[in-house]
């Protein structure tokens, strides 16, 4: 039985590629997870202030502490951590209307790379009774 030269050998040269095409995906696969949980974490904020968007126009007794309690209460519900909500109220061209303001900050840990911050924010007007 003749032997081939080593260099001519092309055993396991699929697994060599493998190994070369994986990491590079597997990256690109956590990049997109990554995106869709940032995502999800922006509408969620928007969904929450929405719905208290709907709460300070049908209610115009709605104060600080109620929309607060509204966009945290939902945010707990999708699993995320609470807001730092703002609401004030303002005449703009002779019409009461309401400010709403909420963000929060959320840590990402990407193994073996590094861990950053980002700050999620939405805001809201909404004219409201007198």
């Not at 990256?27 to 995502?39: D, K, N, R, S, T």
């Not at 115009?60 to 909500?85: C, H, K, P, W, Y």
Request: net charge negative.
């Amino acid at each position: 039985m003749a032997r081939r030269p080593f260099w001519k050998d092309e055993r396991g040269a699929a697994a060599v590629e493998f190994a070369i095409i994986a990491n590079v995906f597997i990256v690109f696969v956590m990049v997109i997870a990554y995106f869709g949980i940032m995502l999800f974490n922006t509408a969620s904020l928007d969904w929450a202030v929405n719905d208290a968007v709907r709460i300070a126009s049908v209610d115009s007794s709605a104060d600080q502490t109620a929309i607060s309690n509204a966009i945290n209460a939902r945010l707990s519900e999708f699993g995320l951590s609470n807001a730092s909500v703002t609401y004030t109220k303002e005449t703009i061209n002779s019409i009461q209307t309401g400010h709403i303001q909420a963000s929060y900050v959320q840590t990402y840990s990407i193994p073996f790379i590094r861990t950053f911050d980002m700050t999620y924010s939405s805001q809201a007007y909404v004219p409201v009774g007198s």
